[in-house]
């Protein structure tokens, strides 16, 4: 028993205190001495332990009967550094129970494929390519996290497309589709295309797309105003010698008196209207001179 509860946050369920060979009237007698405290129905504390993040997760999910998913499954896989508060539990869709904890937590009538369910550290969590899924639809930084996964080959996009499409009709998988297609698409050409759209839809003109210079390309340019736009897709696509050569492009630039701007798929799409005034702006300025 001991084992089980340091090894388990200090927490510990009505049902695995049986399978350890508790009795009812001894777990009872642990908590009314005060060695456990219920946190939920069924759902005990240990005492010598704090109600720390990861005893409040464990909680949730065995109070709910369900599965960590969202934001929470994601800190839960490391993918989030920080856990985000209300904790998100997926339930059955028979459940009617609400719940009172000592913290906020939110669950969703839904249920998932076995394929995207899994088990880490003991707890019941949406597998982690449902949950790059679920929190890239959810957060403004989750192109960033999904992004972030591919790059370190923790998810590759045939497991996203696949969780994707047994996941179709959930909440939130139409913004994770869109995302998933761009990944999936020509990084660059698909960041140059939404660049373009912008441009048009802000009646931003007089630039040049793909201009040689200095032996290199530029993905826009305004040669009047002298003014360079590299657009940047998806990082997972790029080798660090794309990198160094994007920087290379960037410093002549700025050698032969232009000014160099650049902006991700990223911005592209979570701050459409930054983007335009930065660039509205830096064509005002050298137009001005």
């Not at 997760?57 to 209300?86: E, K, M, N």
């Not at 369910?117 to 449902?130: E, S, Y």
Request: net charge neutral.
């Amino acid at each position: 028993m001991a084992r089980h509860i340091a090894d388990h946050d200090g927490v510990v369920t009505a049902a695995e205190a049986r399978d350890l060979g508790l009795t009812e009237h001894r777990v009872r007698h642990r908590v009314d001495t005060g060695l456990w405290t219920a946190e939920a129905r069924a759902v005990y504390l240990s005492a010598e332990h704090n109600l720390t993040e990861a005893a409040q997760v464990r909680i949730a999910v065995a109070a709910h009967g369900g599965v960590a998913d969202r934001t929470t499954a994601a800190w839960w896989h490391g993918v989030l550094d920080d856990l985000p508060s209300p904790l998100t539990v997926s339930v059955p869709r028979s459940t009617r129970t609400r719940l009172q904890l000592a913290f906020d937590a939110e669950a969703k009538r839904r249920t998932f494929p076995a394929e995207d369910l899994t088990v880490v550290r003991d707890l019941p969590v949406t597998d982690l390519p449902l949950t790059i899924l679920q929190v890239a639809a959810e957060r403004e930084d989750g192109i960033a996290i999904m992004d972030r996964a591919l790059q370190e080959r923790r998810v590759h996009l045939i497991d996203l497309r696949r969780s994707l499409e047994r996941n179709a009709g959930s909440f939130g998988m139409r913004r994770a589709r869109m995302l998933l297609e761009a990944a999936e698409d020509r990084s660059e050409s698909a960041a140059e295309r939404a660049f373009v759209k912008l441009l048009r839809e802000h009646r931003i003109d007089g630039w040049t797309q793909q201009v040689p210079f200095c032996g290199y390309r530029l993905d826009f340019a305004w040669k009047q105003e002298q003014i360079g736009v590299e657009i940047h897709g998806w990082k997972f696509h790029k080798y660090h010698d794309r990198w160094d050569r994007d920087q290379q492009k960037a410093n002549q630039l700025a050698l032969m008196g232009w000014l160099p701007l650049s902006f991700s798929w990223a911005r592209l799409v979570t701050e459409p209207d930054a983007c335009m005034r930065e660039l509205i702006e830096a064509i005002e300025l050298r137009r001005a001179v």
